[in-house]
């Protein structure tokens, strides 16, 4: 079966780091851009951070900059988010994604993680 899976969210303090995880199955996300959004409640779904196929770069919600990273191994299927410095609004479901290229014309999303932050 082709899915994406999340993990690592939860509860957190203000300041503290988490590590989120996505791990791709059925499917080779070596092919895909990958991204991580988030969605608070009652607000829309937005871009927090992607990374490229090749080259690993990568790009970031101003909001984040400089305290989120994104990360890839392809070796495991797996892509990261180092979150640091988490804030209370950083609260929202988190989900990966995988984007449709020339490479694989997969367009696929992950169920969610839920990040609560408390100040």
């Known amino acids: 079966q082709v899915q994406l899976g999340e993990s690592g969210g939860g509860l957190a303090q203000a300041g503290v780091s988490l590590r989120l995880s996505c791990a791709g199955s059925?499917?080779?996300?070596?092919?895909?851009?990958m991204s991580w959004y988030r969605q608070a409640p009652g607000k829309e779904r937005d871009l927090v951070a992607s990374?490229?196929?090749?080259?690993?770069?990568?790009n970031y919600d101003d909001s984040v900059k400089g305290r989120f990273i994104i990360s890839r191994d392809n070796t495991k299927n797996t892509v990261y988010l180092q979150m640091n410095s988490l804030k209370p609004e950083d609260t929202a479901v988190y989900f990966c994604?995988?984007?449709?290229?020339?490479?694989?014309?997969?367009?696929?999303w992950g169920q969610g993680t839920q990040v609560t932050v408390s100040s």
């Open positions: 994604h995988a984007s449709p290229t020339i490479l694989s014309i997969l367009d696929l």
């Open positions: 059925g499917f080779s996300i070596g092919g895909h851009v």
């Open positions: 990374i490229a196929v090749i080259g690993g770069g990568t």
